[in-house]
């Protein structure tokens, strides 16, 4: 029980920072909230720590390691998927509403693929903007 509890704080801080890490990479910092923006590095090492207490809390339970570790792993890349997905439909609905730009531009903004937001998003965790 205490496993699968930990599997699912786990999920939703992960995806939550990772939903951040990106809308401030994107620009959007304005959409995470103000002690993110403060110390994200706490963020990121709260949620590596849920990560390995959980996988911790797993292998020592009753089942079998490798079940364990590709259970954490399953919900690590699920995380970060969801939380890539989530940032990117706030950037689409968030760009619309950018007061005094050409609508159009703000338009092809919205249409990005969820590729070319992520090559944007990884340049901005890059630079660290």
Known sequence: MG???LLLVYFVVAAAVIRWTVLKALGFWVCTPQLFIKYPTV??????????????????SDTPWYLVLLIVLAARTASLWLG??????????????????????LRADAQKTDIELWELAKLGIKHDI
């Open 84 to 105: 890539k997905k989530l940032a990117f439909a706030k950037y689409r609905r968030e760009v619309l509403t950018i007061p005094d730009t050409d609508p159009e531009e």
């Open 3 to 5: 496993f699968w509890l």
């Open 43 to 60: 963020y990121k090492l709260v949620s590596l720590a849920l990560l390995l207490v959980t996988a911790i809390v797993g292998l020592a």
